[in-house]
């Protein structure tokens, strides 16, 4: 304790902190929904393949993905201006319902590392997998 504050201090360094929490820590996303946005501004974070896109040499999906967190869309999900739609149609994006907000740790309007590592770990696809290697090792623990 210092003052009112609880301090937490870890003995290892980060990035073997990292590999040991990692088996505990979640994905964050609850939700994938598909989404057409008539408004100019975007409805979340960059994220999802998109969030891997700009991190790391990869191709850009065709439709963008963004995150929000479950509470934001529960405010917006009924406006005029957003529509949820049951399959993919080529002016939508995917909308990725996060758990907490994708914007606490966001840098430049991308998700973080970690919690887009999180959200593809489950991926089978050998490039993403690779891709979500190499965007870690070019972390500076």
Known sequence: MEGRERVLRFDRNKK???EKARKFLRNPVKKRLWVKNFIDEPLGVKAGLTGLAHYFA???P???VLAMAGKK???IKNR???MELTIAEPDACQLEIWSYSPRLFEKGDVVDR???YL???ANDDERVESALEK????ITW
């Open 16 to 18: 073997k902190l990292w």
């Open 58 to 60: 990869l191709a850009e």
């Open 62 to 64: 065709a439709n963008p």
């Open 73 to 75: 869309w529960k405010k």
């Open 80 to 82: 005029n201006d957003v």
């Open 114 to 116: 970690f919690s887009l």
């Open 119 to 121: 959200s593809l770990q």
């Open 135 to 138: 965007m870690m090792e070019q």
